[in-house]
């Protein structure tokens, strides 16, 4: 059996609710600025044991994330060459952070008025990035943990509070194949 609501929280599921029904989002302006994030073609070397030998492939990454990080050499990419584009599905291995504040500000959503925690630095709208996620690569598995380890290292000063957080994604290679 479950558990019987007390109405007390009838009532705020209900404010809640009729919070959330009220709410109509702003209409977007013609012509109006978006916020945009510059991304810059870089060079990823495949560590796959599907991939060829010494494949290659040309990849869009964040130019804030690459800076973030420490540039393109620090993690393992090159500048473009005649590489071809990723096949469809591939995630090349990713380096990411969540910057934070020191101490989470208790904040309500716009739309429905319910309260949640923020742990990310800066304000709500203020336009401050604090996601970053940036590819990362080496000739070797064992170099890449190095890589790792040493980028780790070098931003976990600069990720906030205790809240802040680096972690590392895996390279994801698709491998398919179809027929008789």
């Known amino acids: 059996?479950?558990?019987?609501?007390?109405?007390?929280?009838?009532?705020?599921?209900?404010?809640?609710?009729?919070?959330?029904?009220?709410?109509?989002?702003?209409l977007r302006e013609d012509g109006a600025?978006?916020?945009?994030?510059?991304?810059i073609p870089v060079k990823y070397a495949v560590l796959s044991t599907l991939a060829?030998?010494?494949?290659?492939?040309?990849i869009q990454a964040s130019k804030?994330?690459?800076e973030f990080f420490g540039g393109i050499t620090l993690l393992g990419l090159a500048e473009v060459a005649t590489d071809p584009a990723a096949p469809?599905?591939?995630?090349?291995?990713?380096?990411?952070?969540m910057v934070s504040d020191s101490s989470p500000a208790?904040?309500?959503?716009?739309g429905s008025?319910?309260?949640?925690?923020?742990?990310?630095?800066?304000?709500?709208?203020?336009?401050?990035?604090y996601n970053f996620t940036a590819p990362i690569t080496a000739d070797t598995p064992t170099n890449l943990k190095t890589k790792v380890e040493a980028v780790v290292t070098a931003k976990k000063?600069?990720?906030?509070?205790?809240?802040?957080?680096?972690?590392?994604?895996?390279?994801?290679?698709?491998y398919a194949a179809s027929g008789v």
């Open 52 to 58: 060829e030998a010494n494949a290659a492939f040309t």
């Open 33 to 39: 600025a978006t916020q945009r994030q510059p991304k």
């Open 106 to 110: 208790i904040v309500r959503a716009k």
């Open 157 to 174: 000063g600069s990720v906030g509070g205790a809240y802040g957080r680096i972690w590392f994604e895996s390279e994801d290679y698709p």
């Open 64 to 66: 804030k994330s690459i």
């Open 113 to 129: 008025n319910r309260p949640y925690t923020r742990y990310g630095s800066g304000s709500r709208g203020g336009g401050t990035q």
């Open 88 to 97: 469809r599905g591939f995630k090349p291995a990713r380096i990411m952070a």
């Open 1 to 26: 059996m479950s558990r019987r609501k007390s109405a007390k929280q009838l009532e705020q599921q209900l404010k809640y609710a009729k919070a959330r029904e009220e709410y109509k989002a702003p």
